[in-house]
């Protein structure tokens, strides 16, 4: 692993606005009216990457930005009989920076669905080598945040190409390379770098270490789900209070389901992925009126079964980073972490096996 | 524009060649669209209409005439707004077709043995294409006598008629039993439904597959009657049915469990079911 | 400029079967000038015309909306245009309210008789439109 | 102490004895309450619905300033007619829960003989944002000063239905919701910067539906939005669908909404919904002559008329 470095803030910030503006799509996290979102960097005000490393969480995860919820498939224009069809789908060179860990954990994950079995996705994958994930390091997590418990660290440049430690009290702002790719982006900018001498680094890392995240030691360590908790009574009882809407899938950075829909417009059409939930109650609903899960209860089983169980089958995983988003915005309360609890005592009580 | 043109949701755009009505009431229509791909009985194929959406269909024709024909069937059922659209379409007008996708009935297995096709309505569709394959490969296979089981609502809802009365039950060694729920004047066969037909029929279960595909309903009852004349779980063999949006196992829609139907399926043991979480 | 002056608005009108149909029927009937933009759907009643129809109207092509009924009391099915005229009342402040300039749109009662009052509606909303330029706040694009 | 503000034991013992009563006597078959999530590490306390049947749970009901979501939605869920007598539901009425039953009760959604309203008069319920910015601790700290805003203007705190009381009345001040501050500071703008401030609200919508979802004046059986033919909305996201989407759901609720708040209390992305539905609650008040738009009455004013309303399109 590459030494810590420091770089000249404003330096960095001009470059990453100016040149490398140009040279790619910038992403990075502003505040709308209370909401962390990712905008384009077009017109920044100075002093814009100050603020932006300084966010807590966004909303919505950095990683959709891969998985855009209307995403082009493809064009039609036409009548029945001379169709013209083209190809939609694009893939740009993308820096998305202020990328939490936990979010970078979950294009990982993302990886394993898209890219790494026998079909794969290569729309995905070319996002993807297109892509430089500039990380931030956690200075201050949110109440909710439990991704240690999740096997993830606030601090670690693991699953990005560069982290940065917007760490008070360095000269300059503290980066880490973590990839080729991270490399040759940083090499591109031609940044005035100091090298950190090895006991700073370390301090920086103890930093970061120190951060308490409460909520993480109350999750321990969950392990997967076996099929026989298909059965357990908990999930009829847990889903009275869902309200079907798609909030928790559409703000959990390892939800991926998507509709593929067509709208046309007079003669021109456009076929897009969309997002789509399976706590919506037509979600699995078919032509003929069938619907394999008609209820909450089927509908929030899938949820928690899918990314406690079948994922774990299929990709050897648990499919949660421990963002917090479901804890901190779930309007009844019925989030991951609520849900883990309320299965280990239903599995003690009733002498189930794991988590 | 994607540079590797590997958009895994890009259909390719074929020409409909051939509209044939299957039912009376004209709920069933076979598409017979040009050009071809490489697949096996019992795989799907994505088909599109422009401007309406996408639906699974599981491909009618068998990989023999297909190739040879350079052509594409889907026998398809008036249900719902992509199913509606396509039954507009004429002779000359352009679908998109993606695919094929899926498993397929592992006929590769069944050498020596006796088969049993067991169908209803519609559900004789992705049948078909397995049943003029095993036919067309009965000596290279060695297959045993081959029996085929097919009903529907009334006579007029019959689909394939040309080949469930007309060449099946010439072919060697071919035995076709046809039922109807509800007979009419012409109708001279049983009437029944197509369950209580097989337990009247009484297939012995040694060395026998039976492959059944049908309406939810029909499928849960056969399952039932195979077990009472003693069939075991791994010689019963049917397709699961689910929403589907994207084909390839990325799109989280039609999973069973750790299982996508329209990758690791739509061609399942009753054995492998029974491994999986009853929500289908 | 010049292409300003070149550029036809496009006008959805949206006309009761009764009254204003009627109305935009006479103005043609009568040899009464208006611009051909325009593009009417007949409903059955100021009544049926749901304000989510304006929206759709923008959304795929139009740069102006007219919303046409009989006048008040004149109602073929008695009562259809008192329920649309509270409806539109509504909608036309929550339409202008939403950003979307309140010369686009326009509701008006005209009868089977006012063929002119028709015309001159259309001209004047036409104008109006034309000055403002292409609408493109709704407009949806694929 | 901030937990002692949030909470009132002598209520919930009230409470939870008046149900144990109303479920062994059999009067109804299932309560609709509120009960404390297990409290986690440095998060604020939070009060979700749930469902008691057995009354040995009762101990499970609390009512603190905590409970946010209406219950009253929940009643849709519940099996209606044949033999079950799910619907022979009880449940706990706050001022805005019982505008927002009235609605249902108006729509024929739910039959008021079938409930049975404990009525709570109700001072206000806690914001989650300004109680994160005190919580866990904050040695003085008035409740005025984290009490909801919706709540702090608040013109109906106590229940207008209810079969009993569990406490005193309270006394009613007048709204300062009908003050419009927000909706008037949007109308002096031009067109071009309303425009502005919608796309700009609207772009960041995700579609999840939370804000219907949990909005007692969306009861229809089934929502046009989800209706394939003519497809309003699709599932893509252009600005153009975000506007037909807030405008459908706004005029759909418009003389409607019982201004409880509760869409924008869980819209995670923080949209300005509320804007929308007090635009139309003050058009008709100014031009149908409503003091109470939010009250709701036999007939909506939408569903009727007046032969003398205002003429502007002649």
């Known amino acids: 692993m590459s030494a810590t470095i420091t770089v000249d803030l404003e330096e960095l910030e001009t470059q990453l606005a100016g040149d490398v503006s140009r040279r790619f799509d910038v992403y990075v996290p502003v505040d709308e009216n209370g909401a962390v979102v990712f905008r384009r960097l077009t017109t920044p005000a100075s002093g814009w990457l100050k603020r932006s490393v300084s966010l807590t969480r966004s909303v919505l995860p950095a990683n959709k930005l891969l998985t855009p919820q209307t995403d082009p498939v493809l064009r039609f224009q036409g009548g029945p009989t001379d169709y013209e069809v083209s190809d939609a789908a694009a893939s740009t060179d993308l820096v998305i920076l202020g990328v939490k860990p936990c979010d970078a954990r979950a294009l990982k994950l993302l990886d394993k669905v898209f890219a790494d079995e026998s079909d794969i996705d290569q729309v995905y994958v070319e996002r993807r080598q297109k892509t430089v994930l500039i990380g931030v390091a956690c200075e201050k997590p949110e109440p909710t945040c439990f991704c240690k418990a999740m096997g993830v660290s606030p601090w670690s440049s693991d699953d990005c190409d560069l982290m940065i430690y917007p760490m008070q009290g360095?000269?300059?702002?503290?980066?880490?390379?973590?990839?080729?790719?991270?490399?040759?982006?940083?090499?591109?900018?031609?940044?005035t770098i100091r090298e950190l001498p090895a006991e700073t680094s370390e301090e920086i890392e103890a930093h970061y270490r120190a951060i308490p995240q409460p909520l993480s030691e109350f999750v321990g360590h969950p392990e997967a789900l076996s099929l026989d908790s298909f059965e357990l009574p908990i999930w009829g009882r847990i889903s009275e209070r869902c309200l079907s809407?798609?909030?928790?899938?559409?703000?959990?950075?390892t939800c991926y389901c998507f509709a593929v829909v067509d709208k046309s417009l007079g003669e021109r059409g456009l076929r897009a992925r969309c997002w789509d939930s399976c706590m919506f109650p037509d979600f699995l609903k078919m032509a003929g009126g069938h619907n394999p899960r008609p209820t909450k209860k089927e509908r929030v089983r899938q949820r928690f079964m899918h990314k406690l169980c079948y994922t774990h089958e299929r990709y050897g995983q648990i499919f949660c980073v421990g963002c917090g988003r479901c804890v901190e915005k779930c309007p009844v309360g019925l989030h991951f972490v609520d849900v883990l609890s309320q299965l280990r005592r239903e599995l003690a009580g009733g002498g189930g096996d794991g988590l | 524009?994607?540079?590797?043109?590997?958009?895994?949701?890009?259909?390719?755009?074929?020409?409909?060649?051939?509209?044939?009505?299957?039912?009376?009431?004209?709920?069933?229509?076979?598409?017979v669209v040009d050009g071809s791909f490489d697949y096996l009985p019992g795989q799907c194929a994505m088909v599109s209409v422009f401007g309406v959406g996408e639906c699974m269909i599981s491909i009618t024709s068998s990989p023999d005439a297909s190739a040879r024909g350079r052509y594409l069937e889907f026998a398809v059922k008036k249900v719902g707004l992509v199913?509606?659209?396509?039954?507009?379409?004429?002779?000359?007008?352009?679908?998109?077709?993606?695919?094929?996708?899926?498993?397929?009935?592992?006929?590769?297995?069944?050498?020596?043995?006796?088969?049993?096709?067991?169908?209803?309505?519609?559900?004789?569709?992705?049948?078909?294409?397995?049943?003029?394959?095993?036919?067309?490969?009965?000596?290279?296979?060695?297959?045993?006598?081959?029996?085929?089981?097919?009903?529907?609502?009334?006579?007029?809802?019959?689909?394939?008629?040309?080949?469930?009365?007309?060449?099946?039950?010439?072919?060697?060694?071919?035995?076709?039993?046809?039922?109807?729920?509800?007979?009419?004047?012409?109708?001279?066969?049983?009437?029944?439904?197509?369950?209580?037909?097989?337990?009247?029929?009484?297939?012995?279960?040694?060395?026998?597959?039976?492959?059944?595909?049908?309406?939810?309903?029909?499928?849960?009852?056969?399952?039932?009657?195979?077990?009472?004349?003693?069939?075991?779980?791994?010689?019963?063999?049917?397709?699961?049915?689910?929403?589907?949006?994207?084909?390839?196992?990325?799109?989280?829609?039609?999973?069973?469990?750790?299982?996508?139907?329209?990758?690791?399926?739509?061609?399942?043991?009753?054995?492998?079911?029974?491994?999986?979480?009853?929500?289908? | 400029m010049s292409q300003h002056e070149q550029w036809q608005p496009l006008i959805v009108a949206f006309c009761c079967n009764w009254c204003s149909y009627a109305g935009a029927d006479l103005a043609g009937t009568s040899r009464l000038e208006y611009p051909p933009s325009i593009r009417i759907i007949r409903v059955p009643c100021s009544g049926r015309i749901n304000p989510q129809f304006v929206v759709?109207?923008?959304?795929?092509?139009?740069?102006?909306?007219?919303?046409?009924?009989?006048?008040?009391?004149?109602?073929?099915?008695?009562?259809?245009?008192?329920?649309?005229?509270?409806?539109?009342?509504?909608?036309?402040?929550?339409?202008?309210?939403?950003?979307?300039?309140?010369?686009?749109?326009?509701?008006?009662?005209?009868?089977?008789?006012?063929?002119?009052?028709?015309?001159?509606?259309?001209?004047?909303?036409?104008?109006?439109?034309?000055?403002?330029?292409?609408?493109?706040?709704?407009?949806?694009?694929? | 102490m901030i937990a002692a503000l949030l909470e009132d034991k002598h209520l919930e013992e009230l409470l939870r004895a008046r149900v144990r009563q109303l479920l062994e006597s059999g009067q109804i078959s299932l309560f609709l309450g509120y009960e404390r999530q297990e409290s986690l590490p440095g998060i604020l306390p939070s009060s979700v619905p749930c469902i008691i049947r057995d009354p040995s749970d009762v101990a499970r009901l609390v009512f603190d300033r905590v409970c946010h979501r209406s219950l009253v939605k929940y009643l849709l869920d519940l099996p209606t007619g044949g033999d079950s007598k799910e619907r022979r539901a009880g449940l706990v009425v706050r001022g805005c829960d019982s505008l927002a039953l009235q609605r249902l009760i108006q729509d024929h959604r739910v039959s008021r003989e079938e409930v049975y309203l404990l009525g709570i008069p109700c001072t206000g319920m806690v914001d989650k944002r300004k109680l994160s910015k005190v919580y866990p601790q904050s040695p003085s700290v008035s409740l005025e000063s984290i009490l909801d805003d919706t709540c702090l203007g608040c013109d109906t705190h106590n229940p207008v239905i209810y079969d009993e009381l569990l406490c005193e009345k309270v006394s009613e001040a007048p709204s300062s919701v009908v003050d419009f501050v927000q909706v008037r500071r949007l109308e002096a703008l031009s067109p071009d910067e309303r425009y502005k401030v919608w796309e700009a609200e609207f772009s960041r919508c995700i579609r999840c539906f939370a804000c219907r979802n949990v909005?007692?004046?969306?009861?229809?059986?089934?929502?046009?939005?989800?209706?394939?033919?003519?497809?309003?909305?699709?599932?893509?996201?252009?600005?153009?669908?975000?506007?037909?989407?807030?405008?459908?759901?706004?005029?759909?609720?418009?003389?409607?909404?019982?201004?409880?708040?509760?869409?924008?209390?869980?819209?995670?992305?923080?949209?300005?919904?509320?804007?929308?539905?007090?635009?139309?609650?003050?058009?008709i008040r100014e031009l149908f002559g409503r003091d109470n738009p939010k009250m709701p009455r036999d007939v909506e004013p939408l569903g009727k008329f007046n032969p003398d309303d205002p003429e502007e399109f002649l």
């Open chain 3, 56 to 142: 759709r109207a923008f959304q795929r092509g139009a740069d102006g909306v007219l919303v046409a009924g009989c006048h008040p009391g004149d109602c073929h099915y008695s009562t259809g245009n008192f329920f649309a005229r509270r409806r539109f009342l509504l909608a036309t402040r929550f339409l202008e309210y939403l950003g979307i300039e309140p010369e686009r749109f326009e509701v008006r009662w005209i009868s089977g008789s006012e063929g002119q009052k028709f015309a001159d509606v259309v001209r004047e909303l036409t104008e109006r439109v034309r000055k403002l330029g292409p609408a493109w706040k709704l407009r949806d694009a694929v």
């Open chain 2, 83 to 280: 199913t509606e659209a396509l039954h507009e379409l004429e002779p000359g007008c352009k679908i998109g077709i993606r695919g094929p996708y899926g498993n397929h009935f592992p006929f590769e297995q069944w050498a020596g043995k006796k088969l049993l096709f067991i169908g209803g309505g519609i559900g004789l569709a992705p049948l078909r294409s397995l049943i003029n394959h095993c036919i067309a490969h009965k000596e290279e296979y060695r297959y045993g006598p081959i029996e085929i089981v097919y009903g529907a609502r009334s006579p007029g809802d019959l689909c394939f008629k040309d080949e469930i009365m007309g060449h099946w039950p010439k072919c060697e060694d071919t035995t076709v039993h046809l039922t109807v729920d509800r007979g009419d004047e012409n109708w001279k066969g049983h009437v029944g439904f197509v369950p209580q037909f097989v337990e009247e029929i009484a297939p012995s279960p040694s060395d026998c597959v039976a492959i059944t595909c049908g309406p939810p309903i029909m499928i849960k009852l056969v399952l039932e009657t195979l077990r009472k004349l003693g069939f075991e779980d791994d010689q019963v063999i049917t397709t699961l049915e689910l929403k589907m949006q994207c084909g390839i196992g990325k799109c989280g829609r039609c999973n069973v469990g750790s299982k996508y139907v329209c990758k690791d399926g739509p061609v399942f043991s009753l054995a492998q079911l029974k491994q999986l979480p009853a929500e289908f």
């Open chain 1, 245 to 253: 809407c798609g909030l928790c899938t559409y703000l959990c950075p």
């Open chain 2, 1 to 31: 524009m994607s540079e590797t043109g590997k958009n895994p949701l890009l259909p390719s755009v074929h020409t409909i060649r051939e509209v044939r009505d299957e039912t009376d009431v004209g709920d069933v229509k076979t598409f």
């Open chain 1, 170 to 191: 360095l000269e300059g702002l503290a980066l880490k390379c973590s990839s080729d790719k991270g490399q040759a982006f940083l090499a591109g900018m031609h940044l």
């Open chain 4, 215 to 283: 909005c007692p004046a969306c009861d229809c059986r089934q929502c046009t939005l989800e209706s394939n033919d003519p497809g309003w909305i699709t599932k893509h996201t252009s600005i153009s669908e975000q506007f037909m989407f807030h405008f459908i759901r706004a005029f759909h609720v418009a003389g409607r909404c019982v201004g409880c708040g509760e869409c924008e209390r869980v819209c995670p992305m923080g949209i300005n919904i509320g804007e929308l539905n007090r635009k139309f609650m003050k058009d």
